[in-house]
């Protein structure tokens, strides 16, 4: 079993949607959760940054994170077609350990 | 600059022969880490520098592959001998406390 697990999609949404994307996990270690945007042939974009459980919020974006249940959520409000692009969730330990990443899920946002 | 760069950005080879793919992180960040990404697939961890620890080396997938970081800045990721299934984006990024900023790739096409 995979550290983290991520459904792939692809995602397709209409224009305005709220958008909900998830990350299941296995290690009860991990303690940092990150989100990241990837466009097409670009790199990964950190979108949200999380330590331990709770819900951080940054303009239309919104990272939930509940330890006990090893989930990990990010809401998109409003969702444009400018979001469109594969999602990342990440996670690690602390500092001296590597991120872990899921697959990433493919969103399309249709106008 | 003010962000992770990578060169160079693409780079076509012959089967068998030697790369070397560079990494400049953010000025001051400890962590460097390399990922590989290939077609379709989430992100391969091959290797992870913190300060002046050993690098973690665990996900490099052969003995063809090293990587290297001169004075806590700049690091080169070598592959030896290269083969069809390295081809691949590599990608490198660079954290302070956690948070992680990756460059745009080197799209490595072994032919």
């Known amino acids: 079993q995979k550290e983290v697990e991520q459904d792939p999609g692809p995602l397709s949404v209409p224009e305005g949607a709220i958008v909900s994307l998830n990350c299941t996990y296995s290690n009860s270690a991990f303690q940092y959760f990150m989100w990241y945007r990837q466009y097409s042939r670009k790199g990964p974009e950190l979108l949200m940054y999380t330590y331990s459980s709770g819900n951080k919020e940054d303009g239309r974006f919104t990272a939930q994170v509940d330890k006990s249940s090893k989930y990990i959520s990010l809401f998109i409000r409003d969702s444009q077609p400018s979001d469109s692009a594969t999602y990342l969730c990440?996670?690690?330990?602390?500092?001296?350990?590597?991120?872990?990443f899921g697959k990433g899920t493919s969103l399309l946002v249709t106008p | 600059g003010a962000g992770v760069s990578q060169s160079p950005s693409n780079k076509v080879t012959e089967k068998g022969k030697d790369v070397e793919l560079r990494c400049d992180p953010i000025s001051g960040h400890t962590a460097l880490y390399w990922y590989r990404q290939s077609l379709g697939q989430g992100l391969e961890f091959l290797i992870y520098f913190q300060g002046n620890s050993a690098p973690d080396k665990s996900g490099l997938p052969s003995d063809r592959f090293s990587a290297e970081r001169t004075g806590g800045s700049v690091s080169t990721l070598t592959i030896q001998r290269t083969q069809q299934e390295d081809s691949a984006v590599y990608l490198c990024?660079?954290?302070?406390?956690?948070?992680?900023?990756f460059g745009q790739g080197t799209r490595l096409t072994v032919v």
């Open positions: 990024a660079s954290s302070l406390k956690m948070q992680t900023f």
């Open positions: 990440a996670m690690s330990q602390n500092s001296g350990y590597a991120l872990n």
